[in-house]
């Protein structure tokens, strides 16, 4: 589904990404950590195109497409879908009307008619409670004076209402609480089947805990340090990055 | 040009003495200090280049316009429960008017031929327009002033539809209007301003407001006029004390505009709620002048514009809150933002504190920028394109003001209006 080869990326003129190789199939769960300033979201913008973040050298290809000749826009259409670390607040436009603009995007992109209002309402509300969010999030501004919890749980709302090929959740359990954790990983489960593949960007063990990777990643230095199973998890959880990023350097 | 209008005015000047003397007055002032030009730091933006070579002569009225399919069309739809005044090229079309409402309401509608001798005596108001010839002009050179009176303590609810059809090449065409809340009165007023298309329609209008102690005035005031078509204005308003005033100026654009607003809060713990959106898009050029002038004790004013310029528009908006020595205890905050979301387009905001008393709690801000590129990357990560994101950006930032909009008949309208300015079919789904 996607494969990344040598993927050198610079960020405000700085080089943060140097030869990054990853392949996720359909089915797969691949958890990525590091620590700070290892290029974890920097990967995730360079897949989702956000400006600012220039690809300097290598691919990267998404069911079967160059991923990187995609606009922003069309990337989310083809299925890529990126959980924000920091969701950003647009008051003025509501939830509802992105979810339904956004959603229908998609299926435009399919050459399926516009959702019926009545459809779309039932799947939010199948949705939203999944999420145990009120529907008084759906009349509010995008993210507006939602709590950090909140923004994350809107976040995979959106996954949710998408239902994209490959979802990218970058740093999505920063900032819950022990309950909202489990929801949020609960809706993340959700999602997964042979069809689809996540890629989850974490600091920490815990999200893992419910949401079980096929495959874990250290990134440092803008590239993989080393990949293994839920086990190597468990031991920088113990160990912390020090032991590998010092290898690398 | 005040040769032709001394010459418009003799035939005029007539009959009561003080009024023939207060106009000669006025007109003097209004000689002696000429037009307010772009060197003139409250004009700095205004679009008046070249109104000095107009000859100001009123243009002649068009034929009795109440059964024109055109102008029948061009006619907002009456307001439910509004009485509503519909006044062509400054005169009221009884037939395309109705009253019955109002009166039911207690509220009184009628023209004031003698208002310019109310207006001689109103010292204040003198003082108010003193610097501004054009609202002198626009004063002096209006044939049928309109006065308002609403003192149903029950609530009166006007509709105001001032219409131009006639051309303004050789001047604008003016109207006064003088309204009254009575005491302890309520009252809600739309003041919509329209023009013929393609006739390049020029209106000077003159708005003289009081509201009296413990009054609540709602006011909404669209400022649309065709594309080709030019507005000038002045808007005063003062206010006793505990009364409440919340005014909505909406300016979907059209190709100039000044409006000047000065609003004094002379009696204690009087409010002023003032809201305002301009959108410029072309060439337009739009600029609002607002002096909020403090005096009374414990008055609270709050400002908040919205500009947006697209094409090659400039968007102005000089917000002066000032705060008197008198003025203890005030409250007064300030929100102004524009949006510049074309290459060639200019936005101004300038927020100006004048405060002349130290028991005070003043708050202001002011920023001109482009689209937030991180609201603009989140829409398209969802899939949507970036001209659908940037029209729901544009659409969001005017939300502050526009869902202020009452009564909801008036907001459907007005934002089915503004939808189509930022023109794309994906934000028709945001009509309610």
Sequence with gaps: ?249 | MFENIQKALAERVTGDAALAAWRRASLASACAQGLPGPRDEAWRYAPIRGMERLSWVPAAPSPPASDSTSLRELLPPPLPGFARMVVVNGRVDAALSSHAPAAASGTVVDSLQGLDAAAAADVDAARALANNSFAILGRLLTEQPLQLVLDSTAGSRVQLVFVTTAAGRDGPSPTTLRMTVAAGCRAEIVEEHLAVKGVAAFANHVVDTALHSGSDLLWTRLLVSAADARHLETVRLQQALNSKASLLQIAPGNTGLRSTVVATLDGAASQLQFNSVALGDGNQHLDQHVLIDHRGVGAKSTEVFRGLAAGRARVAFTGHNRVMPTALNTDTRQSLRSLIAGREAEAIARPQLEILTDAVQASHGATVGTLDPQMLFYLLSRGLEPSAAQSLLKWAFLQDVVSQLRPAELRTRLEALLLARLADPLLSDLAP
Excluded: C
Aim: proline letters at 3%.
């Design chain 1, 1 to 249: 589904m996607l494969s990344i080869k040598d993927l050198h990326a610079t960020a405000g003129g700085s080089k943060v990404l140097n030869g990054l190789n990853l392949e996720v199939k359909a089915g797969e769960v691949h958890a990525i950590m590091g620590p700070n300033g290892s290029g974890k979201s920097t990967l995730s913008y360079v897949l989702a195109g956000r400006p600012g973040y220039e690809v300097t050298h290598g691919s990267v290809q998404f069911e079967g497409q160059d991923l990187l000749a995609m606009s922003p826009e069309a990337r989310a259409r083809a299925g890529l879908f990126l959980g924000f670390q920091y969701p950003v607040e647009i008051p003025g436009v509501n939830n509802a009307y992105l979810l339904k603009a956004a959603l229908n995007a998609k299926r435009k992109q399919h050459g399926e008619p516009e959702v019926d209002a009545f459809d779309f309402l039932t799947l939010v509300r199948s949705r939203m409670r999944l999420m145990q969010m009120d529907e008084a999030f759906l009349s509010r501004g995008v993210n507006e004076g939602f709590s950090g919890g909140e923004k994350k749980r809107n976040e995979i709302l959106q996954m949710l209402v998408l239902e994209p090929k490959l979802a990218l959740l970058d740093e999505t359990d920063s900032g819950l609480d022990i309950d909202a954790l489990k929801v949020v990983a609960q809706g993340i489960e959700t999602l997964r089947s042979e069809q689809r593949a996540l890629v989850l960007i974490t600091h920490y063990q815990r999200l893992l805990d419910h949401v079980a990777p096929d495959f874990v990643h250290v990134l440092g230095r803008g590239r993989i340090l080393r990949t293994g199973g839920r086990e190597l998890a468990l031991e920088l959880e113990q160990r912390g990055y020090d032991w590998l990023t010092g290898q690398a350097a």
